[in-house]
């Protein structure tokens, strides 16, 4: 069979409880879309944006991918960062990386994974920059861990360093960029206490003048 029967009489139920508690929701919804978070996260099934933080939708605007990762060549993850900040006028961006993250632990494991692999090679060299701090932990899931907390923080600064970003805060626009991390396990976030709200927070080097 080619269509999900079951899919579409779950979103049936879904829309139907939706109009039960909020008649007018998806007739509002329609007319504009204006969250004021921008969330980038894992590809991970597991890991919903709007559930977790107990939002419906249209106030979070979503870009996920394998480990979270924000690239400066990646024109899919910048395009999205730049309608968001530019046109949505989002005031936070909040990256969000789990625990036990199985591209953090593919980045790791020296085995080869396919046409993935280049993906995470951005991990990889992370690693690499990180590799004592990394290392000195007993623990393969210690490890695992850590680096899925240093891969947030290495976000977070990509995300900084985009012109889109920059450009942002010279104009003035209010915007600020956060690190979290999610345990699947009993679904509660953590903040790595990761807060950039201007050029300032930056580094010289990164910084665009």
Known sequence: MRVLKDLFENNKKWAESVKDSKPDFFQNLSKQQNPVYLWIGCSDSRVPANEIVGMLPGDVFVHRNIANLVIHTDLNSLSVIQYAVEVLKVKHIIVCGHYDCGGIQAAMDNKEHGLIDNWLRHIKDLYRHHRVKIDALHNASEKINLLCELNVVEQVANICHTTIVQSA????????????????????????????????????IHRIS
């Open 169 to 204: 805060w010279k104009s003035g626009q209010e915007l600020t960029v956060h690190g979290w991390m999610y345990r699947i396990e009993d679904g509660i976030l953590k903040d790595l206490d990761i807060c950039v709200e201007n050029i300032n927070d930056i580094s010289q």
